[in-house]
């Protein structure tokens, strides 16, 4: 069965440059969400999508900016980074009612 | 805003003894789910409570949602090492809002 697919796996930046991570929900789920977790941390609320349009948000940067495309696919646009951005960004897809969220393998980020 | 705390934060059993993780939420959800997250992986769910008082089963864990819907526990009778990782509960206040998650309990089962 099709999982959610988070590209790229792994990315390194320095301070100040941009990232962008994508995000591929799985077929006919009309939610996504994306949250970043820190090391030993709980993954953290950043913004979420229902039906291409943002249904909520949570903690998540002005630097930071997100989109849901026409194909359903996410995209969170990071620029000015900053060392505290490293953290493993998780994208998760849902059905929407309350069903339980499927989430990709994550994303990696180290800002240098 | 809404916080979902859970204790302990960490906990290390031998195999075969029983573990609890509790989840408390500062507010009332409309429902909760559990996932659980092993080390270097994502986390995968593990079950959706919704009714207040409702117990579901599943094998070994035993999950319980709070009358008042604000709290929640899992409980795992006879560890394995298969059990180990952090299991999260997770809150929403709506159905399509954001699923807040709780602070995870870490579990550790030595043979």
């Known amino acids: 069965a099709a999982g959610v697919i988070q590209s790229p796996r792994h990315l390194i930046k320095e301070k100040r440059e941009t990232a962008t991570l994508k995000c591929y929900p799985i077929?006919?789920?009309?939610?996504v969400y994306w949250y970043q977790q820190g090391p030993g941390q709980d993954p953290q609320f950043l913004i979420s999508?229902?039906?291409?349009?943002?249904?909520d948000k949570g903690s998540i940067p002005d630097r930071f900016s997100a989109q849901q495309f026409s194909d359903y696919h996410s995209e969170l646009n990071m620029s000015s980074l900053e060392l505290g951005d490293s953290a493993l960004y998780f994208c998760?897809?849902?059905?929407?009612?309350?069903?339980?969220?499927?989430f990709g393998s994550g994303t990696q980020l180290s800002v240098l | 805003g809404q916080q979902v705390m859970q204790i302990p934060q960490y906990q290390h059993v031998q195999e075969g003894e029983d573990f609890t993780t509790y989840c408390n939420s500062s507010t009332t959800l409309s429902n909760i789910q559990w996932y659980k997250q092993r080390p270097g992986g994502h986390p995968v769910f593990l079950i959706q409570?919704?009714?207040?008082?409702e117990v579901k089963k599943q094998k070994r864990l035993t999950f319980q949602f709070g009358e008042a819907k604000k709290n929640s526990s899992l409980h795992i009778t006879a560890t394995q090492t298969t059990d180990v990782g952090t299991y999260f509960c997770?809150?929403?206040?709506?159905?399509?809002?954001?699923?807040?998650f709780g602070t995870g309990t870490r579990l550790q089962v030595t043979l």
């Open positions: 409570l919704v009714k207040s008082g």
């Open positions: 997770a809150g929403q206040t709506g159905t399509a809002s954001k699923l807040t």
């Open positions: 999508f229902y039906e291409k349009m943002q249904s």
């Open positions: 077929p006919r789920h009309d939610t």
């Open positions: 998760a897809s849902g059905r929407a009612g309350g069903e339980k969220l499927f």
